[in-house]
């Protein structure tokens, strides 16, 4: 065994990142340098050849099944199949037999006289494809008495996909003179319909015509210009198929399944949606299956179980063909093919005898059920391998599950070389010599490998368990099976519930909608966080000695331990114990949500408030029922508006009309459209959390007024953030103005807070406790509280925590310096990302989205930052945000130390070198994504955007600033707004004075301004700001005379 070991090495590809690219030789190093005969060859290669190919340094000899050998004797294990190509594994004996057979025959013909073969080869994939599905076939069908498909044969899928635009674009010019009366098939002069549209991440080939489609512009750049007319979308992106699919669109070449990123499945709500799309445009669909087609799925193609309205009229193909023997193929419908006639295409060794008879007896042994159900037992054996490497790799566990997924049936060629190299050089195993192969023979080879493994391990695998589901479980897996660490023996276990015959599969439905979030890889996994009160920022994992930093978290001031807050929450719960006790209208309506409601309408210099259990019940409840109740009304919906505000709209039954983010004109287009007298809403957000950009909320307002209509305002991501008093980014825009009016209830007339009709907020963000609220004028809030069933028909927030969050609401009135320091740390983080070239989306607030760009690196990355450097970010992937702009979105608080800024800033810059992350730099060569790297003035460079808080409001000016914490320093409380905060609960509480009360969460400074509004004069009274105290801080006695000035 170890003789043997010592002389099998893996040929695979580079990383896993760069599925089917270029392979090299990965395995046991060796010092043993190339004999005189290979550095012959090498030298020979390196002279008379075109160095377009980075080859290893040795040289291939033979092959047989799965393995190869070099020309010094070496034996490697294939594991890329020539590129996804030898089906049937190297000098196959009947591939060897036919071709010697018909060489001997019928070599080459021209293409102008018959042969059998072609048409053998031609009638087989139509039959197949009849029988199996595809091209608009349903499997099963019969066309009795016409192939309905037609089959043009080339040398290399690139030639293919060639054919299948040029068939395209000639169609397209037929369709386009059909639609002009007077105009022949021949008469296209002035014809505008030649565009095609690819989509990203797409690999087509490398000639001039296949290259235009291959949107990668490593590829492309040497090479421009390119084709004209060519569009390139995202797939997924249903809504970009009408500007990407035009009247002027031909042609649209897609992969079902990409393979040059990584595996990217296009999901059936979208191809249907393309299919319909080209449909109604006139367009011509092409699916490239080189890389995914013939049996490669399972299938003869990736589309042939999809429902018929998801078919393409074009299927191109080559790879695993003919194993080997150059070969391409068009597969094409009767109605596109017609247009098709003598002279019109051509090639000289297209479908030569030999490779159509070589073509024909692979197909026939690939159909083979017998083959395929070996196949499909191969690939059930490999995804269940795969499925069990999450236990074991907690931090890229759950990647490799999605991938084991996603996996192609019965080709061990496209796992990636890292993962069995992995598996390989840990368990000290390599495939034995002389292995039977009667199927796929990589699929054979890495089954064996994987047994193999499974023998070598057995007897470390029983101590390795609870490790194992301790990973699992930190890595929050709470459905892994062996997310559990009791030694304890179960008593039982659960098993799927029963399914009828004749009745609907529910589990199986459940799994299915499962797997498409794995396939798009919009599956979430929840990471076990558990914030430490003690030592915010600090949390533990499952584990509760493992301890990380959270930086992305929503508690954006760290208010959810505020010892005045818990100080109040205590008192409240002794009072009013831990329920609520019922709905608002049966007994769960008491003095402690009045007064909050009472306080947040306050905060918003609005009439009334109306608390609900979170603002996104707020946000649904609202405006379903202002929609369903005004006669006619319609919604101008921001398209980065977030999910509650969607879907309170649909809720509505009410119309939708969406508007380009915060694009005025776009808006202003459409409002004109609309009688001033019908009732329109507008709904949009001031601070969008994925991007971090701040809405036009005044121009909005005058759009508002000039065409009749409502402004709804969601503030969630503002309150407490923003604003002297922290009620916003409306508030924010007239900051001396609200400044100066204090604590008053009343409107500041003419301000923008003052113009928006409906606020929404959050108390479970930048409060630190749970809930929503929606404030407007008092008919508005009752017909909300009269008829909304989100706020009727539940059961009312419990008095603690409603107390909790109305003590932290008057203690960020009272106090700017939370604000004002967390501001302060996130230009800071911004400039020094800035600095390291690490891509941040520009933005004027609070947010840090730092573009990644793919979702596999972005959930890559912020598994390393966990697991490697204790940091926890999450990542943003899609639905949430578009795919191609997935990011890591930070959080920075003002209680984050200078070292743990220091630490994130690292570790991060460290994790884009190591997984090859794009940089500023090189999204400005790529053309820039999100505003990273965008053309701005002609320039291509970062979007240059404002902060909304300037140096004054900062306090940076007159040095009024609260230093950045770092550690090992206490936090500050301001004694001020403590002093504010107690006063407010005199009456349901009981007046207190002296130390807090709240089991002091950690070592505090307290703090106060130096500059005190006493009866709204000001006074030069001096105290010291900073005053180090034990674990309880002395505050002064209270006193309503008292309060905070910024």
Not at 140 to 147: I, K, L
Not at 233 to 260: M, R, S, Y
Not at 273 to 290: M, N, Q, S, W, Y
Not at 309 to 319: E, G, L, R
Request: aromatic letters at 6%; hydrophobic letters at 40%.
């Amino acid at each position: 065994m170890a003789a043997n070991r010592a002389s099998v090495r893996l040929l695979g590809r580079t990383t896993a990142s760069r599925a089917l690219s270029a392979p090299t030789v990965r395995g046991l190093s060796t010092a043993t340098p190339p004999s005189p005969k290979t550095q012959e060859v090498i030298s020979r290669s390196s002279t008379y050849l075109l160095p377009v190919y980075a080859r290893p340094n040795f040289v291939l000899s033979h092959g047989k099944g799965s393995y190869v050998w070099d020309t010094d004797g070496k034996k490697y294990l294939d594991f890329t199949a020539g590129i996804a190509v030898n089906a049937l594994g190297h000098a196959d004996e009947g591939v060897v037999n036919v071709l010697s057979e018909q060489a001997g025959k019928l070599l080459h013909t021209s293409n102008v006289y018959h042969h059998e073969w072609a048409g053998n080869l031609a009638e087989l994939l139509v039959n197949l494809t009849q029988s199996e599905g595809g091209l608009g076939f349903a499997p099963g069908t019969s066309q009795a008495g016409s192939s309905g498909a037609k089959v043009f044969f080339a040398n290399s899928g690139t030639e293919a996909n060639e054919g299948a635009l040029k068939i395209a674009r000639k169609v397209g010019k037929e369709r386009w003179a059909a639609q002009r009366e007077g105009r022949s098939a021949d008469d296209v002069a002035g014809c505008d319909k030649i565009g095609i549209a690819c989509f990203e991440n797409s690999f087509h080939g490398r000639s001039m015509g296949a290259l235009s489609v291959t949107s990668n512009p490593k590829y492309q750049r040497p090479f421009e210009p390119l084709l004209p007319g060519v569009s390139v979308g995202k797939v997924n992106d249903i809504e970009g198929l009408k500007v990407l699919v035009t009247e002027q669109t031909c042609a649209v070449i897609i992969e079902p399944i990409q393979g040059e990123g990584g595996i990217n499945e296009a999901n059936v709500d979208f191809l249907r949606a393309l299919r319909k799309r080209c449909d109604e445009v006139g367009a011509v669909l092409i699916f490239d299956e080189i890389q995914c087609g013939i049996y490669r799925t399972g299938s003869l193609w990736a589309h042939s179980k999809l429902p018929v309205d998801c078919h393409p009229d074009i299927v191109t193909m080559a790879k695993p063909l003919a194993n080997g023997y150059p070969i391409g193929a068009v597969l094409l419908r009767d109605s596109v093919a017609a247009t098709m006639t003598a002279g019109t295409h051509g090639t000289t060794f297209g479908g030569s005898p030999i490779a159509c008879a070589i073509g024909h007896h692979v197909l026939s042994r690939l159909s083979n059920r017998e083959f395929i159900g070996r196949l499909e037992t191969t690939s059930s054996y490999l995804d269940q391998r795969l499925g069990e490497l999450p236990k074991k790799y907690p931090v890229m566990g759950p990647a490799l599950d999605v991938r084991s997924k996603q996996i192609v049936a019965g080709y061990a060629s496209v796992a990636a070389n890292a993962d069995v190299e992995k598996i390989h050089k840990q368990k000290g195993v390599n495939p034995p010599p002389g292995a039977t192969v009667d199927m796929c023979p990589h699929a054979s080879a890495a089954r064996a490998a994987a047994r193999m493994a499974d023998d070598l391990s057995a007897a470390n695998k029983a101590k390795s368990v609870k490790a194992e589901a301790e990973k699992a479980a930190a890595a929050g897996c709470p459905f892994h099976k062996a997310a559990t660490t009791s030694d304890a023996k179960p008593v039982g276990e659960f098993t799927k519930p029963k399914h009828h015959p004749g009745a609907f599969n529910y589990e199986d439905f459940y799994v299915k909608e499962l797997d498409k979030k794995h396939q798009d890889k919009s599956y979430r996994y929840f990471n076990n966080i558990n914030r430490l009160a003690k030592k915010f920022p600090i949390a533990h994992t499952a584990k509760v000695t493992d301890e990380v930093e959270v930086w992305c978290a929503n508690d954006y001031l760290g208010m959810g331990n505020n010892p005045v807050v818990l100080e109040t929450m205590h008192r409240t719960l002794d009072k009013y114990g831990h329920g609520a006790g019922g709905t608002r209208n049966i007994a769960g309506n008491g003095a402690m949500h009045l007064a909050l409601e009472q306080e947040v309408a306050r905060l918003h210099r609005k009439p009334a408030a109306l608390v609900f259990s979170s603002c996104y019940v707020a946000n649904d409840a609202t405006l379903a029922t202002l929609g369903s109740k005004l006669p006619g009304c319609v919604y101008f919906s921001d398209s980065m508006n977030h999910a509650s505000m969607i879907q309170g709209m649909r809720h509505s039954g009410a119309k939708r009309v969406i508007f380009k983010h915060n694009d005025l004109e776009d808006l202003e287009s459409k409002l004109k459209q609309y009688p001033k007298e019908t009732p329109k809403i507008i709904a949009f957000e001031s601070v969008y959390s994925m991007c971090g950009s701040i809405g036009p909320i005044k121009e909005i307002c005058d759009l508002a007024d000039q065409y009749g209509a409502l402004t709804f305002l969601d503030e969630v991501h503002a309150v407490g953030l923003y604003g002297p008093r922290g009620a916003g980014v409306a508030e924010h825009l007239d900051y001396e103005a609200h400044r100066a009016a204090g604590d008053s209830p009343y409107p500041i007339e003419g301000s923008v807070m003052d113009r928006v009709d409906i606020i929404t907020g959050t108390l479970g963000k930048a409060y630190g406790a749970v809930g929503g609220y929606i404030a407007g004028s008092d008919d508005f809030v009752d017909m909300i509280r009269s008829y909304a069933p989100g706020f009727i028909f539940t059961t009312s927030l419990p008095p603690a925590v409603v107390a909790g969050a109305r003590a932290s609401v008057v203690y960020q009135k009272n106090y700017v310096g939370d604000r004002q320091l967390k501001q302060v740390n996130v230009r800071n983080v911004k400039q020094r990302f800035a600095e390291l070239d690490i891509p941040v989306v520009p933005g004027p607030s609070h947010i840090v989205p730092v573009l990644v760009g793919d979702a596999a690196l972005a959930k890559a990355a912020s598994d390393k930052l966990l697991s490697e450097h204790n940091i926890y970010v999450q990542a943003i992937n899609y639905p949430t945000v578009a795919r191609g702009e997935e990011r890591l979105r930070i959080t920075v608080t003002p209680r984050h130390t200078v070292e743990q800024m220091d630490g994130l800033i690292g570790a991060v810059d460290q994790i884009f070198t190591e997984l090859g992350i794009n940089r500023i730099q090189d999204w400005k060569r790529l053309g820039g994504r999100a505003g990273v790297g965008m053309i701005n003035d002609g320039l291509a460079g970062d979007v240059h955007v404002e902060p909304i808080w300037n140096d004054k409001q900062l306090g940076l000016e007159d040095g009024t600033t609260p230093p950045t914490l770092r550690n090992g320093d206490p936090a500050i409380v301001d004694a001020v707004a403590v002093t504010k905060a107690r006063k407010e609960f005199d009456n349901l509480l009981g007046p207190i004075n002296g130390p807090l009360r709240s089991n002091m969460p950690m070592d505090a400074v307290l703090h106060q301004q130096q500059v005190l509004t006493i009866n709204e004069t000001t006074s030069a009274g001096i105290v010291s700001p900073l005053a180090p105290t034990e674990m309880d801080i002395p505050v002064p006695p209270p006193s309503s005379s008292v309060s905070m000035s910024a």
